[in-house]
């Protein structure tokens, strides 16, 4: 297949990278009825001492995230400092039809355990219903170079 991958490809969600303390962080909400299928890509920078990165994602019935749940078999295993996972990447993919019936929307959750940590997310969707994709990136979306 000829063309740009920003043709293909939207970039749906972001957790924007920083150092985050103890917590959850979540990304945007994104509606499965426009893509085939997404990909969530968890960015590990600099974990703090005995730090723990977590991640999993959710689907809902709404983008308000009404009925939110955890979509099963979609969660990493988890990264930490100890186990030398600074600077390391993590992709989940998800199909539309590995949504529960009713549900059409996921994000991503990502948890800091006991230390400030680098972290971002990045959720890229594929396969658009109608193209180009990029009729669909965030409004974030600052530019696009040809």
Same mark, same amino acid.
């Given at each position: 297949m000829k063309g740009l991958l920003t043709?293909?490809? *939207? !970039? /749906? %969600?972001?957790?924007?990278?920083? *150092?985050?303390?103890? %917590?959850?962080? %979540? $990304?945007?909400?994104?509606?499965?009825?426009?893509?085939?299928?997404?990909?969530? *890509?968890? /960015?590990? %920078?600099? !974990?703090?001492? $005995?730090?723990? !990165?977590?991640?999993?994602?959710?689907? *809902?019935?709404?983008a308000a995230g009404a009925g939110a749940q955890d979509l099963s078999g979609k969660s990493i295993t988890q990264l930490t400092e100890a186990g030398t996972d600074d600077d390391k990447q993590v992709l989940v993919n998800v199909r539309a039809d590995e949504l529960s019936d009713g549900y059409r929307y996921v994000r991503g959750l990502m948890t800091i355990g006991v230390a400030t940590s680098d972290a971002g997310l990045v959720v890229l969707g594929g396969d658009p219903t109608y193209a180009p994709a990029s009729d669909f990136d965030l409004a974030s979306v600052d530019e696009i170079v040809t």
């Amino acid at each position: 297949m000829k063309g740009l991958l920003t043709e293909r490809l *939207a !970039l /749906l %969600g972001t957790i924007d990278p920083d *150092a985050y303390g103890t %917590g959850t962080q %979540g $990304s945007d909400w994104v509606d499965m009825s426009k893509f085939m299928q997404v990909m969530f *890509a968890v /960015l590990a %920078g600099a !974990l703090g001492s $005995s730090a723990t !990165l977590d991640f999993k994602v959710q689907e *809902a019935t709404s983008a308000a995230g009404a009925g939110a749940q955890d979509l099963s078999g979609k969660s990493i295993t988890q990264l930490t400092e100890a186990g030398t996972d600074d600077d390391k990447q993590v992709l989940v993919n998800v199909r539309a039809d590995e949504l529960s019936d009713g549900y059409r929307y996921v994000r991503g959750l990502m948890t800091i355990g006991v230390a400030t940590s680098d972290a971002g997310l990045v959720v890229l969707g594929g396969d658009p219903t109608y193209a180009p994709a990029s009729d669909f990136d965030l409004a974030s979306v600052d530019e696009i170079v040809t």
